[in-house]
């Protein structure tokens, strides 16, 4: 059993920036694949950024050359950097984890970015 918990989300101006952070119950190194998805109001869930145990990384078109994941295996935590953000980037962003072949979810944190 793992288990997941977002953090760091909040308000903020666009064209700000915001960190997101996972914390994991077990060692991220063990991890198929980590990463993060989002949900807006009336949306779908969408994929946004996801780290695999090569440390190779995959993002939406949307975040492209704004949002950075990154992985810190020594304090079981992911990290979703957001840059230049935009209204369209306000949502519930869900942390998920790949960890024997099993899917993992953490609770969810709200962004909100204002025009």
């Known amino acids: 059993q793992v288990e997941l918990v977002d953090s760091g989300g909040g308000l903020v101006q666009a064209g700000g920036s915001l960190r997101i952070a996972c914390g994991a119950s077990?060692?991220?190194?063990?991890?198929?694949?980590i990463g993060w998805f989002r949900q807006a109001p009336g949306k779908q869930r969408e994929l946004v950024a996801q780290?695999?145990?090569?440390?190779?990384?995959l993002y939406a078109n949307s975040v492209k050359g704004r949002f950075t994941i990154s992985r810190e295996n020594a304090v079981n935590a992911v990290y979703l950097r957001m840059n230049s953000l935009k209204p369209e980037d306000t949502a519930v962003y869900y942390c998920n984890a790949k960890y024997q072949d099993r899917d993992y979810w953490g609770q969810g944190t709200q962004v909100t970015v204002s025009s």
């Open positions: 077990t060692s991220t190194f063990f991890f198929k694949h």
């Open positions: 780290i695999d145990s090569g440390g190779n990384t």
